[in-house]
C-alpha cells in the first residue's frame, strides 16, 4: 500500500489529490473540489465519507463546515506517513460559512487516518471549537459523523444502493436496524424516538448497502474516553445523539465537484440527480443535543472506518478487536502493583485505540518478547515498537516464522512499524526481531 499525491478527475471536475491505495477494490480520497474531505472510492463513481466537524448558529441559516471553504482557504493536506504497512493523513480545516467567515473566529478541526492493508482506517477527529470571537452566536449543535454516500455525475442513489436495505445500524449482539431507500417522508428527528432500543447498545455499526460494490463502514464505541458525547435529551438515555434524515430531503449538489457558492445552507438537488456530483445521507450523530452546549477545546472522536464484501459478523469481529484489546505481557511489569507500571528493557507502553496497535519501547538489542492473551480475536494485529535501530524485522508466533507474504513493516522515525496479516484466537508467544 502507499500514499501520494496526483491530479484526480471526478464528475467533470478535476483538482490536485492524496490517495491512500491499500490493495483493494476501494482507496482512500483526500480530493481538493471535495475540500480534501476523507472519502472512500468504493468504484463506478461512488464514494463515502463518515463526514466532518460541524456546526450550525441561531444567528443566520448557515452551515458552518469545511465543504463551505470552495476556494480552499483554510483547507490544508498531507502526507505523514506512507509505507508497506500503514498510510498516515493529515487533514486540516475550519469551520467556515458560505462568506468564509469563521465561526466564533478560529473554529477549526484536525483530522488523522491511519489506514492498514486490509482497507481499514481509523479516523481521528480533534476539534478546536472557537473563543476568539461570538460571531454565530453559541452554536445549534456539534455534528461529528454522518454517513454520507457520494454519487458521482451519472449515477443515482437508487441505483447505487439496495433499496430494500440501503442502510443498516446494528450493535455487538447482531441486532439491527434497517433503513430502505429513499426514507420515509418526513422522518427527520432522534433515531431514538423510532428505535429506543439503541440507548442500550455497547458499540453503533452503520453499514451502507450497495449494488455491485463494496459496502462502506463506520464504528463507534460508545466510550467517553474515544467518543465524547453527552447524553440524549429525548429520550434520557445514556447514548450518542443520533438523528434520521428526511425521505422528501436528502440528495443534495452543492458538495463535491462544484465551485458552486450562491446558497445558504445546502442545495437540494432536485431534478439534477444524475446529471450532476450530488450527496445523500442516511444518519448523523452529534456531540450533545442541548442548543448551545459545546465541546472543550480540543476534543477528539475516534472511528473506525473502511469498506467490505464480508458479511456483517465480520464488522461485529472488526468491532470487537478495535475495541477490545489483548492483555499483553512482557515479563517486565511489576506484578501486583499498579496495572501497567513495568521497568526493563522492553516496555509495553499500551494500546493505542487511535491507531488499533500495541506500542512498545525497547533498549538495546533490535528483538521483543511478549505473551499477547485476546480477550477477543484480534485480527491483523499492528505493533509499533520504539528504539528500533535496525532497516527490517522479521515475527514469530509460538517459535512459527511467518514468512514475508504475512506481513508488512516499516521505519517510521525510530519506530518499527508491524502489520501482520493474522489472526490471534488464543494465547500467543510473539518474538520480534532484527
Known sequence: MNAYETQLEFSG???HAVV???DKPWRLVFWSKAQYVGCWDLGKGVWFTPEWLETNSPEDHHCYEPIMD????????????SGPARAKVHWHYACCNMRYQVFNGNTTADEYYTVYPNGTAIRKLVAWPGNESDLGGNPNFWEVLEYILINGKG???EENLVLQKAFTLQNLEGKEISFSWPPPKNSHGPLCASYPEIADWKMYIGRVHLKDRPDPYTIIAKDQRIFP???CTYCKGDHPS????SGDVNTFKHWPATDMEDFVLAADAGEDVGKVATHSSFINCQYSSVPGDRPPRPTSWLFLTGATDMPSTFLVDLAKSWYYPAQVETGYENKGKIP??????????????SEMAYRFRKYGEDKIEFQMTPKENVINPVFIVNGWRSSSAGISFNGRKLGEEQFWTQISGEDLVMWVNEIIDRATKITISA
Open 13 to 15: 471536475a478535476q483538482g
Open 20 to 22: 491512500v491505495e491499500c
Open 70 to 81: 470552495k476556494q480552499l482557504r483554510y483547507s490544508r493536506i498531507r502526507i505523514l506517513e
Open 155 to 157: 449515477t443515482r442513489p
Open 229 to 231: 458525547y453527552k447524553p
Open 242 to 245: 443520533f438523528g434520521l434524515f
Open 340 to 353: 501497567g507500571m513495568a521497568r526493563g528493557r522492553v516496555l509495553y507502553e499500551g494500546y493505542a485505540y
